[in-house]
C-alpha cells in the first residue's frame, strides 16, 4: 500500500495530481487543507475546505488527491440526542454537531473516485456509536446540508462511501442518527448526485425531508444500499429524476411520498421488505398535512410518478398510489394499488411479474376502502377515503425455468381485496399464467362490485 504522502501533492494546484482530474477555475483543492498530521483521517481537510469555500463564495471543492481509498473519522458530538420528537429534542437531533461533513451554503464536490470508509472518532469503529450523556447513542452519518437561507445547488460526484454497518437489514437495528447524504428542513432549489455509491449506514441512506423541501432532485447513475431502514428517500414536495439509481439491501428500498412530479428511469430496487411510491400533494402543500396521501385541489397538474424501464427484485410488496404510469418489471415482488395507504386512481402501468426464487400469491393486489367516508387521519376535515377508479393494468404473469422446474408460479395474476371500488372504470388485463385470473379475498364490503378482468391469451393452472 502506497504511503499517503507517496500520493499527496500538498500545496494545491488547478488540476490535481494522482488521477484528481482537471478542476473547474476557482474551485478549492483538497490538498491545501490536508497535512501529515491528518495521518489516514480525510475529514478535517475536506471540512475545512468546504468553510473555505463558504466563507469566500466560492461554488466548488475538487478532491485533487485523485482516486484513493481514504478514511474520514467522526467528529466528537457534544449536542445531545434524543427521539421523543419534542420541539428541542428534533432540533438537537438534526444539529450538524457530530457530522463529518457539513454544507451550509450552495457546493459542488467532486471527490474524483474517492473511496471513503468513515470510522470512529478515535479512528477505530463507528459501531455502536458514540454513547452521550443521556444514553442515547450517535453514529453521525457522512454528510449533512443545512441551512435556512435556501440553496441554489447541492452536487456531489464520483465517490464511493462506506458507513461500515453490517446487516442484518432489520428495522430493530436501525439508528435514525446515521444517514449517509442529509438535508433536513432546509429550502434547496436543486440537488445533483452523479455516479455516488452509499452503504451501510443504520438510517435513510439517501434523505430529504422535512418542512422546507427541495424543488428537484436529479439523482444519475447512483447506488445505495444496505440501511435497517431506508435506502433512498427522496420525501419531500419535490420534482425526482432518477436514472440508473439502484438501491435495496435494506428494510425499504424506496420510500418516496411526497413528491409531486417522479420519473424512475432504468432503476434497479431490490432486496427489501417494500417500496413506497404514493404521489405527493401539490406545490402549496402545508407540511402539517400527510405527505403520503395527495391533496391537490385540482389547479395546475396533478402529483406524479411515472416508471420506464424500472426493474424490483426480492422487494416484498411495492405500493403505489394515484397518477402513477409507466412499465415495471416485478421479480420474486407483488404489486399493491391500496386505499389505507394512499389515493388510488388514475393509474395506467404495464407490469411484468415473475417468480423466480419462489411463488408469488398475487401479481397484482386491488383493495378499495369497506365503506364511504371513511376520514383520512390528519388530513383537512371532510377529506375522505374514496373507491378505487381509472385504473389500467396490463399483467403479464411468468416463471423462470428454474422456478417452473420447483414448482413456482403464481396463485393468482390479479387479487381484489374485497372493498369498494369503481369496477367499470377498471380496465384489468392478464396474460401468461396463473393458477387462477382473478379471486376475491378478505371482507367483501356491501358495496363490492367485482371488476371485469380480461384475458390476452391467459393460460389458467
Known amino acids: 500500500m502506497l504511503s499517503y504522502q507517496a500520493v499527496i501533492p500538498l500545496g494545491g494546484g488547478t488540476s490535481g495530481g494522482a488521477g484528481g482530474g482537471t478542476a473547474p477555475d476557482g474551485a478549492v483543492m483538497i490538498s491545501q487543507f490536508y497535512s ?125 462511501v462506506d458507513g461500515m454497518m453490517e446487516g442484518p437489514w432489520t428495522q430493530e437495528r436501525r439508528n435514525l442518527s446515521d444517514k449517509g447524504f442529509r438535508v433536513h428542513d432546509t429550502s434547496v432549489k436543486r440537488i445533483e448526485l452523479t455516479n455516488v455509491e452509499l452503504r451501510n449506514f443504520g438510517g435513510e441512506i439517501y434523505y430529504t425531508g422535512g418542512g422546507n423541501g427541495v424543488e428537484e432532485q436529479i439523482i ?7 440501511s435497517p431502514q431506508c435506502a433512498f428517500n427522496p420525501g419531500t414536495v419535490s420534482v425526482v429524476k432518477a436514472t440508473r439509481v439502484r438501491a435495496g439491501r435494506s428494510y425499504q428500498a424506496v420510500e418516496a411520498i411526497g413528491g409531486i412530479s417522479n420519473d424512475y428511469v432504468d432503476c434497479e430496487f431490490y432486496e427489501s421488505g417494500s417500496c413506497s411510491f404514493l404521489g405527493g400533494p401539490k406545490p402549496n402543500f402545508q407540511s402539517n398535512y400527510p405527505y403520503w396521501y395527495p391533496l391537490w385541489d385540482g389547479v395546475g397538474a396533478p402529483p406524479r410518478i411515472d416508471f420506464r424501464g424500472t426493474v424490483f427484485r426480492e422487494c416484498g410488496n411495492i405500493w403505489i398510489g394515484a397518477w402513477t404510469t409507466g412499465e415495471v418489471e416485478m421479480r420474486d415482488t ?46 383537512p376535515a371532510g377529506t375522505v377515503y374514496e373507491p378505487v377508479r381509472n385504473i389500467d393494468i396490463d399483467l403479464h404473469c411468468e416463471a423462470t425455468a428454474d422456478a417452473q422446474a420447483k414448482g413456482f408460479g403464481h396463485k393468482m395474476a390479479f387479487g381484489l381485496v374485497g372493498g369498494i371500488v369503481d369496477a367499470s372504470s377498471l380496465r384489468l388485463v392478464a396474460s401468461g399464467r396463473a393458477k387462477s385470473i382473478a379471486s376475491v379475498y378478505g371482507i367483501r364490503a356491501d358495496q363490492f362490485e367485482m371488476p371485469q378482468v380480461l384475458s390476452n391469451g391467459f393460460v389458467e393452472g
Not at 446540508?145 to 447541492?154: A, K, L, N, P, T
Not at 444519475?220 to 444496505?226: E, K, L, P, V
Open 36 to 160: 501529515a498530521s491528518h495521518g489516514a483521517n480525510y475529514q478535517p481537510a475536506f471540512q475545512a475546505a468546504i468553510d473555505h469555500a463558504e466563507a469566500n463564495s466560492l461554488a466548488a471543492v475538487h478532491n485533487d488527491l485523485g482516486a484513493i481509498s481514504m478514511e474520514m473519522w467522526r467528529p466528537v458530538r457534544t449536542t445531545p440526542f434524543g427521539l421523543t420528537n419534542t420541539a428541542q429534542e428534533r432540533q438537537d437531533l438534526y444539529a450538524p454537531d457530530g457530522v463529518p461533513l457539513v454544507i451550509r451554503k450552495p457546493l459542488s464536490i467532486d471527490f474524483a473516485g474517492a473511496t471513503i470508509t468513515l470510522k470512529g472518532s478515535d479512528g477505530g469503529s463507528r459501531w455502536p456509536g458514540q454513547l452521550l450523556a443521556n444514553g442515547e447513542r450517535w453514529v453521525g452519518g457522512w454528510i449533512y446540508v443545512i441551512g435556512y437561507e435556501g440553496f441554489e445547488r447541492i452536487a456531489l460526484k464520483n465517490v464511493t
Open 334 to 379: 407483488e404489486l399493491h394499488v391500496f386505499w389505507r395507504l394512499a389515493r388510488v386512481h388514475d393509474i395506467k402501468l404495464k407490469v411484468r411479474s415473475i417468480a423466480d426464487k419462489g411463488s408469488i400469491h398475487t401479481g397484482v393486489s386491488i383493495g378499495g376502502p369497506q365503506q364511504l367516508g371513511i376520514p383520512v387521519e390528519g388530513a
Open 220 to 226: 444519475t447513475d447512483c447506488h445505495f444500499h444496505g
